[in-house]
């Protein structure tokens, strides 16, 4: 008989880096969420955030993901300064597929976090829970390609460039290319 492998979801943990505490989203990061994502700074390079951010759409994605969550279909981490126990952005794993064993990886920080080695330092524990935790197989992400700091940042942490979607979004009137990179669980 075939192996028979399966996502598991156990209570959420807290992960920690030198740095970071990477935990579950509180109903009262709302309020800080929705101040980070009304920048359109943020807004203008991730693909599924809306600008204007709309009022209260910071609880509803909170209450979105707590529901996702116990449906084995994604987790989503704070990314938190552990010093100063401030919050300064979010992590997914996202659209798990059980059949498949693969998840999307979405991430964003407030723009005063960026350039300052923050997502370099989240995404080595993220990947261990990805594929030891969960027992996923492939992590992918999507990045504007206009967004190469980001496509870096994959590439050092060993994602490899699967392809460019071709005017993939609309963002402000303008269709703008993506790229898609992805890392293995035996590359990782």
């Not at 309020?31 to 709309?54: E, F, K, N």
């Not at 870096?152 to 071709?166: D, T």
């Not at 898609?180 to 035996?186: A, C, F, Q």
Request: overall charge negative; some cysteine; glycine content about 6%.
């Amino acid at each position: 008989m075939g192996e028979h492998l399966s996502v598991s979801l156990q209570p959420q943990p807290v992960l920690t880096t030198d740095r970071l505490i990477l935990r579950p989203l509180l109903e009262n990061d709302a309020a800080v969420i929705q101040q980070a994502l009304s920048d359109r700074a943020i807004g203008d390079t991730m693909i599924s955030i809306p600008h204007p951010y709309p009022p209260g759409a910071a609880s509803a994605y909170i209450s979105r993901q707590q529901s996702a969550f116990e449906a084995g279909e994604a987790v989503v981490f704070a990314i938190e300064q552990a010093a100063q126990q401030q919050f300064i952005g979010a992590i997914e794993i996202r659209e798990i597929d059980q059949e498949h064993l693969q998840a999307e990886l979405s991430f964003w920080l407030v723009a005063s976090a960026w350039n300052q080695g923050y997502m370099s330092e989240v995404l080595p524990p993220i990947l261990q829970y990805g594929f030891l935790d969960l027992g996923l197989n492939r992590l992918y992400a999507y990045h504007m390609a206009r967004n190469s700091a980001c496509g870096r940042m994959l590439r050092n942490k060993g994602f490899v460039q699967e392809g460019v979607l071709r005017q993939r979004v609309r963002k402000w009137g303008v269709f703008e290319d993506v790229v898609l990179m992805s890392i293995l669980r035996e590359e990782w």
